[in-house]
């Protein structure tokens, strides 16, 4: 009876050693997810977005950039409807345009100049807001791309040998060099700036936007065969940028040769 009562405490403790061990495990926290280089920097462009697929890949396909000779202006593009649904006025001269969809802003340059507008997002079709405000005392080499988060913004640009973050009030235009919040031992600032440029063509969902000989053509991920958007007599060239949660393009061309 004593063998029969012993096997039975000896059953109900190792249960009870299993319980705890199972409680235990279910209790720890999830390990968080790592994000690699990638994933931050394009975060920093789609803050609410994950990109679908292999962004490592489809960032380093995505490295077309078409040039033309002419007068640049901007437009914007339907991509579904395959029609120009604005040439933004007052555009002329104007180049290496990016969107800052948080601030309802756009950033391009004329000459070394930098120059702001606002953006109406309201409605179905963007459109502008106010004249083109020249941002004082900043010149740039090139204009990369814009990041921010409503508050603040950074535009990162080449001044001289090195790429810096000109960190931009949105309310007044004043602006001051700040130091970049992404740091990574495999990457410098020069990556970094060009890939966040070429991340603004890439949206979420997979889809993808990019000039190539003077046409506008997307394409799903890195794999499927671009197609293009519009047959027009436009050149395009330059690094468009998707409008967010929108078919809508931001892109640079040329018409001259226009009659």
Not at 41 to 66: C, H, M, N, Q
Not at 141 to 153: A, K, M
Not at 235 to 254: M, N, Q, T
């Amino acid at each position: 009876m004593r063998k029969r009562n012993l096997g039975c405490a000896v059953t109900i403790l190792v249960a009870m050693m299993q319980f705890d061990i199972a409680a235990g495990q279910q209790a720890q926290p999830a390990k968080p997810v790592q994000l690699t280089i990638f994933d931050r920097l394009y975060k920093l462009i789609w803050p609410l977005g994950r990109f679908e697929g292999d962004l490592a890949r489809t960032v380093a396909k995505a490295t077309e950039r078409s040039t033309a000779t002419g007068i640049p202006e901007l437009f914007i593009v339907d991509t579904v409807s395959g029609r120009v649904v604005l040439e933004w006025p007052k555009s002329s001269g104007a180049t290496q345009a990016t969107f800052c969809p948080e601030n309802r802003l756009i950033f391009y340059k004329r000459g070394p100049d930098v120059f702001s507008q606002g953006v109406e997002l309201d409605g179905i079709m963007p459109k502008p807001a106010g004249t083109p405000q020249l941002i004082e005392k900043l010149q740039a080499d090139r204009l990369y791309v814009c990041t921010g988060n409503g508050e603040n913004l950074d535009l990162w640009v080449t001044s001289g040998d090195e790429v810096q973050v000109a960190r931009v009030n949105p309310r007044t235009m004043s602006w001051e060099y700040g130091a970049v919040e992404i740091t990574d031992p495999s990457m410098d600032r020069w990556q970094m700036a060009e890939l966040l440029q070429r991340m603004r063509t890439l949206r979420p969902d997979g889809t993808r936007i990019f000039a190539r000989d003077n046409k506008l053509l997307r394409a799903k991920g890195d794999q499927e065969e671009p197609q293009r958007v519009l047959e027009s007599p436009l050149r395009f060239y330059g690094v468009p940028a998707w409008i967010p949660d929108s078919e809508l393009v931001l892109v640079h061309a040329c018409r001259s040769e226009w009659k």
